[in-house]
């Protein structure tokens, strides 16, 4: 017996504790003893060594073929699987990533749309949000000059419901209260009202994002998935790679939090129909919070898709990549947090 067989035989038998001289004596003799036993089992040994690393060969071809194909096959390829219902890899078979999707999104919508459904405010109600976002303008204290701050700016707006008044305060500084216009409004020229130290706005892109407008339109949204997918396009448009449709939607639960739960389940229910949106696990909020993504990159340069970020537990929206919303409430004033 010479050290290179030895060896070979060190890797396919454990060897006793190695401090241990008596284990090292018996471990030695038994292996003289099957050597010394003749060329016929030394053959049948060999055999033996050989089968088992031809075996170990084959699994990791094997390996590498099923990993191979998952990627290219669009598999999520398997994991351990996290816990908690909303997990997307879990034991078994590798899943694909379709499959995922539309498990993940109809379990958020059996989630939410048993919730109860949010009591439309009064007119002169207001709806507060606190949000966290990459960039915002923040006033002097008389509401002029405007200093744009980027990072994680703190931003906290009321809007009246009605969509007569809005405030504003960023990084906790002064509360600023704002006027808006009517279509076709314009402030009287030389006129200040001392109520608004925030001015006046208008236009079409404060007026038709007002809570009630937003209220009234999301809940008027079909209940069917595939007419609410339907009633979108038409409404934005949109005849092409639903660009729009999706982002659309993320815009919806950014700046609706009062969206009756049979919608908001249909909603999710119209993602999983739009072909290349996809569920992300561990994906992260703006403020850095982790949460369940649905992604959709269709349409868009590798790496900067739309992405909706839902709270792992509650299914419910908490942000994007660009914002985040750490708290909202129906309030009865400007400046009231709960």
Do not use: C
């Not at 284990?23 to 003893?33: G, M």
């Not at 459904?117 to 006033?139: E, I, L």
């Not at 850095?288 to 868009?300: E, N, P």
């Not at 909202?328 to 004033?333: M, P, S």
């Amino acid at each position: 017996m010479n050290d290179q067989e030895i060896a070979l035989i060190r890797r396919f038998r454990p060897a006793g504790p190695p401090d241990d001289p008596a284990v090292k004596a018996r471990a030695w003799a038994r292996l003289q003893r099957e050597f010394d036993s003749g060329l016929v089992r030394r053959r049948s040994l060999q055999v033996r060594i050989g089968r088992r690393v031809a075996i170990a060969g084959v699994m990791v071809v094997a390996a590498s073929v099923i990993f191979v194909g998952a990627e290219i096959g669009g598999v999520l390829p398997y994991t351990t699987p996290r816990s908690g219902p909303h997990a997307v890899v879990s034991d078994g078979p590798p899943r694909s990533m379709a499959n995922a999707t539309l498990k993940t999104l109809e379990l958020a919508a059996a989630t939410v749309e048993h919730e109860t459904a949010p009591s439309r405010p009064g007119p002169r109600q207001w709806v507060y949000t606190q949000k966290m976002t990459d960039f915002a303008y923040k006033s002097d204290d008389a509401g002029g000059l405007s200093t744009m701050l980027r990072g994680k700016v703190k931003v906290e707006e009321w809007w009246r419901f009605d969509g007569k008044e809005m405030a504003k305060s960023v990084q906790d500084g002064q509360l600023l209260l704002t006027r808006i216009l009517r279509p076709g409004e314009r402030p009287r020229p030389g006129r200040v009202d001392p109520r608004y130290n925030g001015g006046f706005v208008g236009g079409p892109a404060f007026v038709n994002n007002t809570p009630n407008k937003l209220y009234d339109y999301v809940a008027g949204l079909p209940t069917d998935p595939d007419a609410l997918l339907a009633r979108i396009r038409k409404d934005y448009r949109d005849n092409g790679r639903d660009v729009t449709t999706f982002g659309v939607i993320a815009k919806l639960f950014r700046d609706n939090q009062l969206i009756p739960p049979k919608t908001n389940a249909a909603l999710y229910r119209a993602l999983a129909k739009i072909p290349g949106v996809r569920v992300i696990e561990n994906a992260m909020d703006y403020a850095g919070r982790q949460g369940i993504g649905v992604a959709f990159d269709r349409g868009s340069r590798k790496g900067n898709g739309q992405l909706i970020v839902l709270n792992p537990k509650t299914y419910r929206y908490m942000g994007d990549t660009h914002r985040a919303i750490l708290g909202f409430a129906v309030v009865d004033k400007p400046g009231q947090r709960q």
